[in-house]
């Protein structure tokens, strides 16, 4: 009996020794709380950061009065220039009017030897393809494209950098590559732009066109992300074309 109470207080010693133990750690964690510098939390005091939305510019161009005149309406061609007066409404023919419904009519869709500025269907009025060709014709009066022959001389083509397409929500402005004589085939069908390599292709008559009436803007880049837009006008030649290629440099977004 003796070494079996010795055993029990033997326990019994260990188990007060344990809480004892215990109770010592939890007086110095109580202790290290009430004197360790607290984190305040002062944010009832602060303002809650507003997020502030980027003014969008104004659009120039009332689409929605366009749109109520013709439908087809789909962007605007300027030229920020006197010389190269072109300041025009681009048209995307709707699907149930012909490819080139526009090339001999007005907005009104009277007959017209100007025409209209167009694009073709198979480019998205949105001006989101990697190529865009837009169409107009070289009248003598000047009107349209008439004054596109004017960068065929170096000094208006060093002068007249760049250009401006209006869509709903974006103003896109181009820099204009090279302006050069070209071949009469339809761009859109000789070239695969779905196709990287079809691009480049394209892209190569661009940055060394064959013609000798060109010129060429040396300090412009095309790359593999490059959207393009290509002005194409005759040239009262047979199996001309004139084609003056701007590479999108500045997307601003408008109301």
């Keep these: 009996m003796a070494y ?3 055993k029990i207080n033997k326990l019994i010693s260990i188990v007060l020794g344990i809480i004892a133990a215990l109770l010592v750690a939890a007086a110095a964690i109580i202790a290290v709380k009430h004197y360790w510098p607290k984190k305040e939390n002062f944010s009832e005091f602060k303002n809650k950061p507003k997020i502030v939305e980027e003014a969008l510019a104004e659009n120039p161009i009332n689409f929605t009065a366009l749109k109520e005149q013709n439908e087809d309406v789909c962007a605007w061609i300027r030229f920020d220039s006197e010389d190269i007066a072109i300041d025009y409404p681009i048209v995307r023919a709707g699907e149930e009017k012909k490819e080139d419904y526009y090339l ?3 907005l ?3 007959y017209s030897t ?12 949105k ?3 990697n190529c865009t060709v837009v169409y107009g014709h070289n009248m003598r009066n000047l009107t349209m494209f008439g004054t596109l022959k004017y960068l065929r001389e170096k000094e208006s083509f060093d002068k007249n950098k760049f250009f401006y397409i209006y869509v709903p929500g974006h103003i896109y402005k181009y820099t204009i590559k090279s302006a050069f004589v070209y071949d009469d085939r339809h761009i859109m069908y000789s070239f695969d732009f779905s ?3 079809g691009f480049n292709s394209f892209v190569e008559e661009v940055l060394n066109p064959k013609s000798l009436v060109k010129n060429v803007r040396e300090d412009v880049v095309i ?3 490059s959207k393009l837009v290509v002005l194409s006008t005759c040239t009262n030649v047979d199996k001309e074309r004139y084609l003056v290629v701007g590479v999108l440099t500045e997307d601003t977004k408008t109301k």
């Design 4 to 6: 079996s109470d010795r």
């Design 104 to 106: 001999r009519r007005d």
């Design 108 to 110: 009104e869709g009277n």
């Design 114 to 125: 100007g025409g209209t500025v167009y694009i073709q269907k198979m480019n998205s009025e």
């Design 127 to 129: 001006f989101t393809d």
């Design 195 to 197: 196709d990287i390599h």
């Design 223 to 225: 790359n593999e992300d």
